[in-house]
């Protein structure tokens, strides 16, 4: 169960897989994720669907290395298994036709707005997708979401591509060409959320941002995932995990994201601890 | 209904069975075991078993039955104790109960069958549940599995699929696989047990004797399937019509804990029950880092709430190391929802109980860890609709105190994933399905139990509501290849 059936590095520490998943790939609409666990002592961790085949019966996830779950789950090889994998979890991204819709994305939320862009011209719109990244080799998925969407736009911190800049930037250039977006989807690291969701409150467009907090069963029965939305306590698992961006008390999902900071970083280091030991006894047996 | 009274194997005369000693549960020196995670109770030796059901006297009208909610034949397992047969105890339990060693670990006894044991009203009731958890724990050791002495039945060429594998859906299980239907347990988690996994610390019930009790329905040919969540990875209708289920057990349990909606309640170390429990329990973040799931080790930690699951965290937290762990708990101890056995080994392990107290507040510091509570003392007024007396604010009582780790353990709501992805299914305004007394749902050949309908409740009175919707989902079939055919 839940083979790997395709693993590539499409960056720098951002891994694609292809996973067999029969029905969760009947089943999963844009937006959605999964629970997964890399072995029979690991974490529970949600991850995007990034595309799936009912036919092949098989879902993409595409996964940073930030800690050690996920380094470890992208230390995985074809042929290899997860241990656990459920889904798919979370309402579906509801999507109409707006008009003109700007999927922005930054690292590995590009993977995680691939399915609603698909989703958002298919009902129609135009769209138009902004991918920020720090420089030019952590741009992921570039190339997939040019074939779905309108136009793609890109920014780096370090001009090495497209703007010189952040989204936002590049949002406000789009602005001032006279596009007037109907429907922002915001997905990336926390930060680039809360500074879109800030700048089109001020607009008035309607923007939807996923929300990443820390899970652990991903059903509804714990409340790890809580966050505040409209000043409503939410469950991010089952009540989302998308929520308009310009309610969302970003400030207190980014203390609680930093909740296990200690206790990740001594779980990271013990892992590499691990891997180097394995490194230095295959590097032993193979002199031998 | 009336019942042959059982053979008896007791020698004693009733006035001297009722001179000997209620036996005492052998237990982990408490200072110890307030430091590890192995069981508390250790188990009655088989000598004392035998001694402690020579104190039942045989009742013609056996009350104690009364008070199990799945009619254990508790005077006919207790007389094959004193004969020394404890396998053929264990399997009179087994007619009834599927799960005695869950049962007679977790079971509020002293409210059931215990509190109405005739023996009780003089003296010290006959331990029927340490007695139940012998036998159990003895089969188990001996290697005897039900599912070797059972005849497999015919076919019957229907299948039913068990959604949550709870006891509800784990007592349902072991019924309909018995009528040879094909049984399909699906869970949403990566293990089986519902609260018996996730919730229930393993001080208090290891989790090897679940595993077992699985393994036996699996050797018995129930099907588990986990990973599976039905709503999202199939709907009910789909498990129905293109699966070929002819009918369905939900056996949801309870969801979405609740909070008291105070402020500060979403800083960091803030914790609802479910989570910490299911973060040191399922996920094993008491052997951290050796297991991945992090978990807070607090110093001063509060657990608001006085239920068995606010005693389950709080003698958790201190197993983590806590210096001081307290409950607060908003009426006095009588009123207390938790068992007495888990109070009782709760102040042994050094817990400390701030009765009539209601936190009003939450205090952080920068990084949002939370760092004090802010508190109100109460009194008692009059009773409310539960009968009991309800707390009041003390005027100008408000006080603040230092703590590192909050766990609310106010309850739960009901899991939504079915209301929203099966309207068919009807809820109550709470969230809870309706099901009739047969378990029957709104929708055919559907039937529900357990805390999903009830609302929070116990294991055994979710094991017969499992039982209940066995045999109606069993008639319900019969009647189905009948039109069929
Ligand atoms: C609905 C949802 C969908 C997601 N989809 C994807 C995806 O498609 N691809 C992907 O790579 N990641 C995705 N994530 C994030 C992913 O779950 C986390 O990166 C992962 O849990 C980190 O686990 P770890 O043990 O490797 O790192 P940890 O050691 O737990 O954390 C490492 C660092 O990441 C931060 N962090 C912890 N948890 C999260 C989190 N949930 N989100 C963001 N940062 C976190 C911590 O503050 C810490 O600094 C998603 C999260 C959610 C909630
Ligand atoms: C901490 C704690 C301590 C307790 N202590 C005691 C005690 O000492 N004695 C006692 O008698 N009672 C105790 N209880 C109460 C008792 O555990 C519950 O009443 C009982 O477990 C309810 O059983 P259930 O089968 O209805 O549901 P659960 O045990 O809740 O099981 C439901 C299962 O269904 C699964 N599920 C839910 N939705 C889906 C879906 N859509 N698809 C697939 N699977 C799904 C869940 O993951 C879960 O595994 C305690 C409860 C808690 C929380
Ligand atoms: S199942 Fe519970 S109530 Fe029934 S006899 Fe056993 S301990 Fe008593
Ligand atoms: S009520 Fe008590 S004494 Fe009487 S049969 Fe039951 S266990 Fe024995
Ligand atoms: S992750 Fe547990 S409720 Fe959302």
Redesign the pocket.
């Known amino acids: 169960m839940y083979k790997i059936l395709k693993a590539e590095f499409i960056a720098p520490n951002v891994k694609s897989f292809i996973i067999e998943a029969p029905h969760i790939a009947k089943k999963r609409q844009a937006g959605q994720f999964v629970m997964l666990r890399v072995h029979d002592k690991g974490e529970r961790i949600p991850i995007t669907i990034a595309d799936s085949s009912p036919e092949e019966g098989w879902i993409n996830i595409i996964v940073q290395g930030l800690g050690k779950t996920s380094a470890h789950l992208n230390t995985l090889e074809v042929g290899d298994h997860l241990q656990d994998l459920v889904g798919p979890l979370g309402l579906p991204t509801h999507i109409e036709n707006w008009g003109t819709l700007v999927c922005i994305s930054g690292g590995v939320g590009t993977a995680e707005s691939l399915p609603i862009a698909a989703a958002g011209k298919a009902a129609g719109n135009r769209v138009i997708s902004i991918i920020g990244a720090r420089n030019k080799d952590l741009i992921i998925a570039e190339e997939q979401m040019a074939e779905v969407v309108d136009e793609v736009r890109i920014s780096t911190d370090d001009g090495s591509a497209g703007r010189h800049g952040l989204v936002t930037d590049v949002l406000k250039d789009l602005m001032d060409e006279g596009v007037i977006p109907d429907m922002i989807v915001a997905i990336g690291p926390l930060p680039m959320m809360a500074a879109v969701s800030d700048q089109t409150k001020e607009m008035g467009i309607p923007t939807m941002v996923s929300l990443n907090a820390i899970m652990v069963d991903g059903t509804g029965m714990c409340g790890a995932c809580r966050a505040t939305v409209g000043g409503k306590t939410v469950f991010v698992c089952v009540d989302g995990p998308e929520f308009d961006g310009h309610q969302v008390d970003f400030k207190e999902l980014g203390m609680r994201q930093k909740m296990y900071k200690k206790q990740e970083a001594e779980s990271h280091k013990c892992f590499l601890e691990q891997q180097m030991k394995k490194v230095k006894a295959e590097e032993a047996a193979k002199r031998v | 209904m009336k019942r042959e009274k059982p053979q008896s194997f007791n020698t004693i005369p009733i006035k001297e069975r009722l001179t000997i000693p209620r036996q005492e549960m052998p237990e982990q020196d408490a200072l110890l075991r307030s430091t590890n995670f192995l069981e508390v109770n250790l188990g009655l030796t088989p000598e004392q078993a035998v001694v402690e059901a020579q104190r039942?006297?045989?009742?013609k009208n056996?009350?104690?039955m009364d008070g199990c909610p799945v009619d254990i034949k508790?005077?006919d397992f207790?007389q094959l104790i004193c004969k020394k047969d404890f396998l053929g105890a264990a399997e009179k339990i087994k007619e009834d109960n599927s799960l005695p060693a869950v049962c007679g670990r977790v079971c509020p006894q002293e409210t059931q069958c215990e509190e109405v044991?005739?023996?009780g009203k003089r003296f010290k009731?006959?331990a029927?549940g340490h007695l139940e958890r012998f036998v159990a724990d003895y089969a188990m050791a001996h290697g005897n599995d039900s599912s070797k002495s059972i005849q497999k039945p015919e076919p019957s060429g229907q299948k039913v699929a068990i959604v949550g594998s709870g006891p509800a859906g784990l007592a349902a299980a072991s019924d309909l696989i018995k009528e040879g239907h094909e049984v399909t347990v699906f869970e949403a988690l990566h293990e089986f047990g519902g609260v018996l996994v996730y919730g229930i610390p393993e001080f208090r019930l290891p989790k090897a004797i679940l595993r077992e009790e699985v393994a036996n329905l699996e050797n018995m040919g129930v099907k588990f399937i986990k990973n599976f969540i039905v709503g999202r990875t199939m709907t009910i209708q789909e498990l129905m019509a293109d699966e070929g289920y002819d009918a369905v057990f939900l056996g949801l349990g309870a969801g979405l804990p609740r909070f008291m909606n105070i402020p500060g309640e979403n800083l960091n170390g803030v914790y609802s029950a479910n989570e910490f429990l299911t973060r040191s329990n399922l996920m094993r973040g008491y052997e951290f880092p050796e297991w991945d799931t992090p978990l807070y080790r607090a110093k001063h930690a509060i657990i608001v709430g006085g239920g068995n699951t606010a005693m389950d965290a709080v003698r958790t937290a201190k197993r983590l190391g806590a210096d001081e762990a307290t409950i607060i708990y908003r009426r006095s101890e009588i009123e207390m929802p938790a068992r007495n056995e888990e109070i009782h080994h709760a102040k042994e392990e050094g817990v400390v109980f701030m009765n009539l107290v209601n936190p009003i507040e939450f205090i952080g510091d920068e990084q949002g860890n939370v760092v004090a509570a802010t508190c109100l003392k109460m009194e008692l007024g009059e009773p409310d609709e539960s009968g009991r007396r309800r707390p009041i604010p003390m005027e100008g009582s408000e006080f603040t105190m230092d703590v590192d780790m909050v766990v609310i353990a106010v309850g739960n709501g009901s899991n939504p994933l079915i209301a929203q992805t099966t309207p068919e299914i009807k809820t109550n305004k709470w969230g809870n399905i309706v099901a009739d007394e047969d378990g029957l749902t709104s929708m055919e050949g559907v039937y529900a139990g357990g805390d999903i309908v009830s609302g929070g409740a116990t294991v055994i009175l979710a094991m017969g509501a499992g039982r209940k919707s066995a045999a109606a989902i069993n008639k319900y079939l019969k009647v189905k290849v009948g039109s069929v055919a």
């Open positions: 039942c006297i045989e009742c056996p009350t104690c508790i005077p207790i044991c005739v023996v009731p006959v029927i």
